[in-house]
């Protein structure tokens, strides 16, 4: 730990985290993880900080998956309290412009809003829609039951500066639904489109505790690695220094079973993800969240800095990660 810590700066923590315990591990893979000041600097190089705003914000990011074609969850608009705008272009600033576009989409039962520029599922809220006499929303994680201005005005806040994209919310997949029906549980897959080179790196599924919304392992989610040959889900393990030793097979909450099943529309996914990494000027390099649908994989976003613990769940250290991976 001590040589670890002085000469790779990885300290104990990413030492337990990592399982270095383990006896059969070789001196090159231990000392192949990198510190988060290399990782940034290692990224940098593949995806210009220039250009990382172009997926950092998800209005551009929409913007840009969708004019190449690349599915995503439906947009259905901005709301901002200034330049709050429809996808038909009509003014979306409060709760009344956000009343009268709900009433116009007679076809959607539930909507989520994202923090155009969160992270983490920071912000994330997601409703059904209760058409009656008036339009009530009722809050997929409460089951609350609000009016729109009392949502927009209490929750959503755009009058204090907040501003929101406003989605579809995804139907997933019941294969993927079962293992937690609360949250949309997301692929991550680190994909590389570099010259010559697109491929994938490694990928992990990602599935949300009973009754949240979201599946971010920043709030509690559960995380699984996958088999990138196979899209075959192994068995799940805890990132957490308190928990280092955990690992899993089914749902922590639900014991669902997860290990062993298979990721639907699994290679339809791993195209879509370097699709999505070709889509933007100058990246090379992302996280590429995905979701998967009865009709095939959406994209979430891209992460164009992914977290680098990450590799602790590929059990891969960067060094390998970042050789130039075969053609597929």
């Not at 192949?32 to 290692?42: L, N, Q, V």
Request: with cysteine; proline share 5%.
């Amino acid at each position: 730990m001590l040589i670890l810590r002085v000469l790779y700066g990885l300290g104990p923590g990413h030492y337990h985290v990592a399982r270095y315990w383990r006896r059969d591990l070789p001196w090159r893979f231990k000392s192949g993880f990198w510190t988060y000041k290399k990782f940034r600097h290692h990224v940098n190089t593949l995806n210009p900080p220039a250009y990382q705003k172009l997926s950092q914000n998800k209005i551009s990011e929409k913007a840009i998956l969708q004019l190449v074609g690349i599915p995503t969850p439906r947009f259905l608009g901005r709301l901002h309290n200034r330049v709050g705008v429809t996808a038909t272009g009509s003014r979306l600033v409060n709760a009344d412009d956000l009343t009268q576009l709900l009433l116009t989409q007679q076809q959607v039962e539930r909507v989520c809003f994202k923090l155009v520029e969160g992270y983490g599922g920071k912000g994330f809220q997601a409703v059904s829609l209760e058409r009656g006499d008036t339009l009530k929303l009722r809050l997929l994680d409460s089951k609350k039951v609000a009016s729109v201005s009392e949502f927009v005005d209490n929750i959503l806040q755009p009058g204090a500066g907040a501003d929101y994209i406003i989605e579809e919310y995804v139907n997933q997949h019941p294969e993927v639904a079962r293992l937690n029906a609360s949250s949309v549980n997301t692929l991550r897959i680190w994909a590389i489109n570099r010259g010559d080179t697109q491929d994938i790196l490694g990928a992990f599924l990602r599935v949300g505790r009973r009754g949240r919304l979201v599946d971010n392992t920043s709030q509690g989610g559960l995380i699984f690695p996958i088999d990138t040959d196979t899209g075959e889900i192994g068995t799940g393990l805890s990132l957490k220094n308190d928990n280092w030793n955990e690992t899993f097979q089914t749902h922590k909450d639900s014991g669902e079973k997860i290990t062993g099943a298979t990721v639907p529309f699994w290679i339809e996914s791993v195209s879509l993800a370097i699709r999505a990494v070709a889509a933007f000027p100058h990246i090379q390099f992302a996280g590429v969240d995905v979701a998967i649908t009865v009709d095939g994989p959406v994209v979430i976003e891209l992460n164009v800095e992914p977290d680098p613990t990450a590799a602790i769940v590929f059990d891969k250290p960067h060094r390998e990660i970042f050789r130039q991976p075969s053609m597929r």
